[in-house]
C-alpha cells in the first residue's frame, strides 16, 4: 500500500468522490470483503460489490485475496494508498494557470501556484513508484503571527528578497546535467485562527 496516491484520470477522480465509495476506500485501508463493509455499512452486499469493482476498475482497491466459504468465493479487497489526492490535471482544461498574471499579493496566484505544485509533485511520485525510486524534494512549514498589515508587507519584501538572492547564487543555467527545480513559498492567514485582516483593518 502506498502512503499516497495521485489520481489522474477524470474518470477515477469521479469514482473516488462517490460518498459511498470514499467511505469504502477509509474503510479498506485494512482488508475486507463486501459483506464485513456491508454490514459495517448497513448496505445490501450487491451494492458494495457494484462499488468495489468500480473502485477496482480504477485502481483505487485491490484484490488481496480470495477466501473459499462453502460454495461461495469471498474476496478480500484493500485500498492502494492510505490516502488519495486529486491533482489538478483532472481539471486540465480550466485548471488555474500560474502563468496568467502573476501577482504576488493576489490569492487567486496563490493557489495556481499550489495546484501546480500539487499536480507537478503528484507527477514526480507517481514516477518514481513505478521507477521505485525517491523523489528529491524539500519543504518548510512555518506559521507566523503579524502585528499590523505593515509588519506583514515588510516580511514578505524581506523573505522576497532573500529567495531572489538565494536562487539567483546558485542557479545555474549552463551547468551541463544540471536538473532544474522550481522554488515555491507561501504565506496565507490559517483558515478559522480568528478575524480577517481586512476586518482587522476595517476597525482601526
Known sequence: MLDIAIIEEPAAAGASLDPIRSRILA??????????????????RQKINYHL????????????????KGNVTERVFRATAASYVISPSVLAAVGPDPSRSPDQLSARWLLALGARLVQEVGALLT?????????????????????SASDRAAFAEELAQAVTAIVGRYH????PGGRPYRVVVGLHQIPGSGRSEAAQENSR
Not at 474503510?27 to 445490501?44: D, I, K, N, T, V
Not at 480504477?58 to 477466501?67: N, P, Q, S
Not at 545555474?172 to 551547468?175: G, L, P, Q, T, V
Open 127 to 147: 514516477g518514481a513508484a513505478r521507477a521505485q525510486r525517491r523523489v528529491a524534494t524539500f519543504g518548510i512549514d512555518a506559521e507566523v503571527r503579524f502585528s
Open 172 to 175: 545555474d543555467e549552463s551547468a
Open 27 to 44: 474503510a479498506l485501508a485494512e482488508p475486507g470483503s463486501a459483506a464485513m463493509l456491508a454490514a459495517r455499512f448497513g448496505l445490501p
Open 53 to 68: 469493482k468500480e473502485l477496482e476498475r480504477h485502481g483505487l482497491v485491490e484484490l488481496v485475496e480470495e477466501r473459499r
